[in-house]
């Protein structure tokens, strides 16, 4: 197997409309490149003037995927890690706001010679040197570069002008260009239109780009008879015209654009050779188990701030698919609105009707927080399994605190910054911070598991990473008084001082964590903690189903059986 020469570029670019999928094409053809042999990093440009998604609000952005040196990214980065298991890094994902700060910075050094700053050549040449960084590593044969936002759009164009530019410098058979566009079904004419590809087309040859293949997302698969046509009006081959259509899950993707022959368009064209066949076996078990599981249904309510966006939950929603998958049943989520249960007269016993299991998820500021609470007072007094991100790791224990230990005014310093009994309070190394961007705990840190946890049971080891995102932790002064009470600390720093894991021991389920667990969830490395709490919901659904059949069915006594017979 002959590795290439020089590294081959893929740039992935979208058109019509957004949120046409861009992250899972990018992470289904970095999968199947792969699956073949060749060394495969993703990278995602967004042309917001933000430095990184860090300061932006969940109902804006989704969520803030965080890569184990700390950056603060977009969620397009959980896709593929999540599709190829190889780490990212900052260096995977660039703002056009860190494009314009690095130009700025270096005029304010005097690094210009006093010349006058453009976007062209100056801002055009900052992106293409951030474009080469990955690939000057040696470590990779193929590098994929997702644009962000649609053609058509102006904070877009410096992109597409610096990758013009650079595969009139690396040549046709080291970059080629994917663009993604969208073929709607005309349910009253029974029939797919290919205008706005067409269009969409034309706007990316304004720009002076010709795409060398086109993926067109559609409802209904494309007829040959329609990729001819939009091969003819769009200057590119009929093979060179891919179609994917709607599926039951992402996870198909890949498949599909397997079955298209993306991949081997992409190598013919860049010059790639002798790579093995892909081995996809798998992963079309996974979807198999993720369409038909063997154990039917369970459902899991999700308690948290920004449940009318469920992409401010994408990690989490993903991970329990993949244990889903693992523990043979499929988890259906349920949207629990966290400010809901703050009214006295909302009937929490309802929300909780149908449900398996309770997570409650991670979120800033007070908003919804005593609903959390009372949410988590309801899962533990029932030993309804309950799992805690972060901030539901924080609301377990002012929950406990408050109804366990007798500390009735316990909060977070971050909720009330005069609380009586702040068993939440900022860190110590963040008291001085002034800016918000970037200045939290952020990326991967060890954690060390105490023997004979649920914890080291489900993870099967003593040391562990875990990626992190946050500013405030539990307050070592109350740690004795909550072990004293039947909490158990399972999980600390390696020094002893931060606590990572708490748990209770009488209790079906009981984990909360003060790290973000659904960042390292994987389709064949699904995580430890969802794996082990959707088995949890699973057993706990079981039993409330045989419940249910013995009040249907109550046994017969002998006599009764008699009379019966």
């Excluded at 803030?64 to 397009?76: F, I, S």
């Excluded at 022959?261 to 188990?289: A, I, S």
Aim: net charge neutral; with cysteine.
């Amino acid at each position: 197997m002959a590795r290439p020469k020089n590294v081959k570029h893929i740039f992935v670019t979208g058109g019509v409309i957004s949120s046409l999928g861009k992250g899972i094409l990018s992470a289904s053809l970095g999968l199947l490149l792969k699956s073949r042999g060749l060394r495969v990093a993703i990278q995602k440009y967004d042309p917001y003037i933000n430095v990184d998604p860090g300061t932006m609000s969940p109902y804006q952005h989704g969520e803030v995927y965080v890569t184990d040196d700390g950056a603060e990214t977009d969620l397009d980065l959980g896709h593929y890690e999540r599709f190829l298991d190889e780490p990212t890094s900052q260096a995977c994902n660039l703002t056009m706001g860190r494009v314009y700060k690095s130009v700025i910075d270096k005029e304010r050094r005097g690094e210009y010679l006093g010349g006058t700053v453009q976007v062209v050549p100056h801002v055009i040449d900052e992106i293409k040197e951030k474009m080469g960084d990955l690939a000057k590593n040696g470590s990779f044969d193929v590098l994929i570069t997702e644009i962000g936002g649609t053609i058509g759009d102006i904070e877009s164009l410096p992109f597409l002008e610096a990758m013009r530019q650079l595969k009139l410098e690396l040549g046709e058979h080291n970059l080629l260009n994917i663009h993604l566009t969208f073929v709607p079904y005309i349910k009253a004419a029974s029939e797919l239109k290919t205008k706005p590809t067409q269009h969409s087309v034309k706007m990316l040859l304004e720009t002076g780009i010709q795409p060398d293949i086109l993926v067109c997302r559609s409802e209904k698969p494309l007829s040959r008879e329609i990729k001819n046509k939009v091969g003819h009006f769009c200057n590119v081959h009929d093979l060179d015209v891919i179609g994917l259509n709607d599926c039951d899950t992402i996870y198909e993707v890949p498949l599909m654009l397997l079955k298209e022959q993306l991949d081997l368009r992409v190598m013919k064209k860049l010059g790639l050779k002798k790579f093995r066949e892909p081995n996809m076996e798998y992963w079309k078990n996974f979807c198999e188990k993720v369409k038909h599981p063997k154990d039917g249904e369970i459902t899991i309510g999700i308690c948290g701030k920004y449940t009318e966006y469920p992409d401010a939950y994408k990690s989490i929603i993903e991970s329990f698919i993949h244990a889903g998958a693992s523990n043979d049943v499929r988890v259906s989520v349920k949207m629990l609105r966290a400010e809901d249960a703050e009214d006295p007269k909302f009937d929490i016993s309802s929300a909780f009707k149908g449900i398996s299991g309770l997570l409650v998820a991670p979120g800033f500021g007070d908003r919804g927080i005593e609903g959390k609470v009372r949410f988590v007072q309801y899962a533990r007094e029932n030993n309804i399994p309950f799992f805690g991100i972060c901030l539901g790791m924080q609301c377990a224990t002012i929950e406990f605190a408050r109804n366990i230990c007798d500390l009735p005014d316990a909060n977070s310093t971050e909720f009330n910054k005069r609380a009586r009994f702040p068993v939440i309070d900022l860190m110590e190394h963040q008291k001085k911070v002034k800016e918000k961007g970037g200045t939290m705990r952020l990326g991967s840190y060890p954690c060390i598991l105490k023997e004979g946890s649920r914890a080291h049971e489900v993870y099967g080891k003593f040391l562990i990473n875990e990626r992190h995102r946050h500013r405030y932790e539990f307050n070592n002064q109350f740690r004795k008084l909550f072990e004293e009470k039947g909490m158990i600390f399972s999980g600390t720093s390696p020094n002893g001082d931060l606590v990572e894991i708490v748990e209770l021991k009488n209790h079906c389920w009981f984990v909360a964590v003060q790290f973000h667990p659904e960042l390292k969830s994987r389709v064949q490395k699904v995580h430890p903690l969802f794996d082990g709490f959707v088995h949890a919901a699973k057993e706990f659904a079981q039993g409330k189903r045989q419940l249910s059949l013995e009040v249907e069915m109550p046994r017969l006594s002998s006599t009764e059986m008699e009379n019966a017979g």
